[in-house]
């Protein structure tokens, strides 16, 4: 399995990144995919996840609104869409695969933890400046 997230920089708040995460090495379409973060001195915190078939998506209260996480299962690929940048959305992002499974793919738990991803990928740093 390997799953590396891009699209990190520096943006002044108020500004927009696409984050993306390229997936191989297993069947990206059973799985759902998440994305966390974590800034300096701070737990991991659960960002947003989509289904394996992307009909469902979930999001942290604190990026609701701004961030939109969208899925290509043909290129194996999802990306998170970062609107309304603030400064306190500096952090490391990462991808993860994993959800709760069922018979055709897997779906989001109610909240975005951790517990739910089995495999991480490289992170890409987001620095937001005020």
């Known amino acids: 399995v390997q799953l590396q997230a891009s699209g990190g920089g520096s943006v002044q708040a108020g500004g927009s990144l696409r984050l993306s995460c390229t997936a191989s090495?297993?069947?990206?379409?059973?799985?759902?995919m998440g994305w966390f973060r974590q800034a300096p001195g701070k737990e991991r915190e659960g960002v947003s996840c989509?289904?394996?078939?992307?009909?469902?998506?979930h999001y942290a209260d604190s990026v609701k609104g701004r961030f939109t996480v969208s899925r290509d299962n043909a290129r194996n690929m999802v990306y998170l869409q970062m609107n309304s940048l603030k400064s306190e959305d500096t952090a490391v992002y990462y991808c993860a695969a994993g959800g709760l499974p069922g018979q055709h793919g897997s779906s989001c738990g109610s909240i975005v933890t951790a517990v739910d991803f089995d495999s991480w990928g490289q992170g890409t740093l987001v620095t937001v400046s005020s």
């Open positions: 090495g297993f069947s990206f379409d059973y799985f759902a």
């Open positions: 989509i289904s394996s078939s992307g009909d469902s998506t």
